[in-house]
C-alpha cells in the first residue's frame, strides 16, 4: 500500500531461509533449532499455507522466478498430498494468493475447494465462535468468485455455491452475537469500558487474547469489504 521497500532486505533474507526447512520430499520441518538440525519435523498444520500465502505475497512485490518457483514446489507438494482434507483457513489463503500468480492452475482451485466444502457442515453447526471459520469462508467465497472470472466453474458443478455464501453471513452475524464484548456483555465485567469492541472466547472462560482479537477483525473485515464494500 505504501510502496516503502525499507524491509525488503529483511524479506529476501527470510525468503532465502525457507529451503533449510524443506526435506528432499517437499515436505516442509515446521522447527529448525538455531543451528538448522531439526527441532520438531511436525508442529501444526497451518505452516505448509502461511508459507504458501507469504511467499505468494513476497512475489506480488518482486517477481523474482526464484520466488516464484519455490511457491510452485510447495503448492505442489501440497496437492500431491491432498491437504485440502485439512480444511485450514491458511490454505484458503494461499490458493487466492496463489491463483493471482498462476491463474490457470486446476489443481490449485480444486485443492482450496475441497478445503472448504467438506467442512461446510461443521461449519454451520460449530456453536463456538471459532473465527477462523471465518476467515477460511471468507476466502473460500472470494476464490470461488475468482474460478468462475477464470471460465474454470466446471470445477465447481459438485459444489452449493448458494449455501457456502449464507454460511458466511451466518458466520459473520454468529461472531457478533457470541463473541464480541456488546455492552450487555461487557457490562458485568470488572471494568467494562476495557472490553467494549473486543472479542472472546466463551467456550474458554471468555478468554481474550491479541491472537483471538485478530482473527475476529479479519474475518469480520474482509466479510464487510468483500459484502458490502464491492456491492
Keep these: 500500500m505504501t510502496k516503502d521497500d525499507t524491509f525488503m532486505p529483511v524479506l529476501m533474507k527470510a525468503f532465502k531461509g525457507v529451503p533449510f526447512f524443506r526435506q528432499s520430499s517437499g515436505k516442509l520441518i515446521h ?8 527441532k520438531a519435523a511436525y508442529r501444526i ?16 512485490l518482486t517477481h523474482d522466478q526464484a520466488v516464484m518457483d519455490l511457491v510452485k514446489q510447495i503448492l505442489d507438494y501440497m496437492v500431491a498430498n491432498d491437504y485440502g482434507k485439512y480444511h485450514d483457513h491458511w490454505i484458503s489463503y494461499a490458493i487466492n494468493e496463489a491463483l493471482l500468480v498462476f491463474p490457470d492452475n486446476r489443481e490449485y482451485m480444486k485443492l482450496g475447494l475441497k478445503n472448504v466444502f467438506i467442512h461446510l457442515k461443521f461449519i454451520e453447526e460449530r456453536d463456538t465462535t471459532y ?12 476464490m470461488t468468485d475468482m474460478i468462475k472470472r477464470s471460465g474454470n466453474e466446471d470445477l465447481m458443478a459438485p459444489y452449493d455455491l448458494v449455501r457456502l455464501r449464507q454460511v458466511l453471513r451466518y458466520r459473520a452475524l454468529y461472531e457478533i452475537t457470541t463473541g464480541s ?9 470488572y471494568n467494562p469500558q476495557k472490553f467494549i469492541g473486543g472479542f472472546y472466547a466463551r467456550h474458554d472462560s471468555f478468554r481474550t487474547r491479541i491472537d483471538d482479537c485478530e482473527h475476529f477483525l479479519s474475518g469480520l473485515i474482509n466479510y464487510y469489504n468483500y459484502t458490502y464494500r464491492q456491492a
Excluded: H, Q, W
Design 45 to 60: 498444520i497451518y505452516y505448509e499455507g502461511e508459507v504458501a500465502f507469504a511467499l505468494s505475497r513476497l512475489y506480488e
Design 181 to 189: 464484548f456488546l455492552p450487555e456483555i461487557a457490562m458485568y465485567l
Design 131 to 142: 473465527p477462523t471459520l471465518l476467515e477460511l469462508v471468507d476466502a473460500a467465497v472470494k
Design 31 to 38: 522447527v529448525l533449532n538455531p543451528d538448522l538440525t531439526v
